[in-house]
């Protein structure tokens, strides 16, 4: 129902900023929490940032203050925007779509984000 696409990713000096992006398809969208989760080789998947329908947002501790999740409903997209990179931020970074009342889970395939020291 629900087909996230992630883009943005890239290779970043530190201190840098960069964006992603995430489509997902589908009639229903707004009513989707979207969530952005990262995962580093041997490393378990980590919550980032989330939105819910509402627009409340909650972070990872480590990503507070410099990233911002939003969402545009008109377009179907959430974005997270990163500033001031660290290389502890370099993971491949994916994006989830949760349905508020179909409770079901929909995963984009990930996209890459690199910062050089």
């Known amino acids: 129902q629900v087909q996230p696409v992630e883009s943005g990713g890239g290779l970043v000096h530190a201190g840098g900023s960069l964006r992603l992006s995430c489509t997902a398809s589908?009639?229903?969208?707004?009513?989707?929490?979207m969530r952005w989760y990262r995962q580093a080789p041997g490393k378990q998947r980590e919550l980032v940032a989330s939105i819910s329908t509402g627009g409340m947002t909650n972070y990872a501790e480590s990503v507070k203050g410099r990233f911002t999740i939003s969402r545009d409903n008109a377009k179907k997209t959430v974005y997270l925007q990163m500033a001031s990179l660290r290389p502890g931020d370099a993971d491949v970074y994916y994006c989830n779509a949760l349905g508020r009342l179909t409770h079901r889970e929909y995963w984009g395939q990930g996209t890459q984000v690199t910062v050089s020291s």
């Open positions: 589908g009639p229903t969208f707004s009513n989707h929490v």
